[in-house]
């Protein structure tokens, strides 16, 4: 019952820096994901489950994500397989600056062949 509660409520609330941005569901190769787009970041929860958690997989299906749904070029990731924070390029600008944490460059992504990596 707790875990079902939990679960539906995944992705409702937006973490500090993210409140008021309007959530946005979306799914990448079966997996979904609420986003939240400002200017230059993006925050990706992961809603769907997976066991076990993989958070290179999780990123590279949430910079998809942000990717399809902003028209950015992701250029770096931090989190964790349930909640990313990912930064943007737009328009030529270049993405706000690494935060400390893991992360993933968009190097990932363009060993996958992505078009807006590389």
């Given at each position: 019952m707790?875990?079902?509660?939990?679960?539906?409520?995944?992705?409702?609330?937006?973490?500090?820096?993210?409140?008021?941005?309007?959530?946005?569901?979306?799914?990448?190769?079966?997996?979904?994901?609420?986003?939240?787009?400002?200017?230059?970041?993006?925050?990706?929860?992961?809603?769907?489950?997976?066991?076990?958690?993989?958070f290179?997989?999780?990123?590279?299906?949430?910079?998809?994500?942000?990717?399809?749904?902003?028209?950015?070029?992701?250029?770096?990731?931090?989190?964790?397989?349930?909640?990313?924070?990912?930064?943007?390029?737009?328009?030529?600008a270049?993405?706000?600056?690494?935060?400390?944490?893991r992360h993933?460059?968009?190097?990932?992504?363009?060993?996958?062949?992505?078009?807006?990596?590389?």
């Open positions: 707790t875990l079902a509660l939990l679960t539906g409520c995944a992705g409702q609330v937006a973490s500090p820096g993210y409140g008021g941005v309007a959530p946005r569901h979306t799914e990448v190769e079966g997996m979904r994901f609420v986003l939240r787009l400002k200017a230059d970041r993006a925050e990706v929860v992961r809603v769907s489950p997976m066991f076990p958690p993989n290179e997989e999780v990123a590279r299906r949430g910079q998809i994500a942000v990717a399809r749904e902003s028209g950015c070029r992701p250029e770096w990731v931090i989190g964790d397989p349930s909640m990313l924070e990912i930064g943007l390029s737009c328009h030529g270049a993405a706000p600056k690494t935060p400390r944490g993933v460059a968009c190097d990932l992504l363009a060993a996958a062949g992505q078009p807006w990596c590389g």
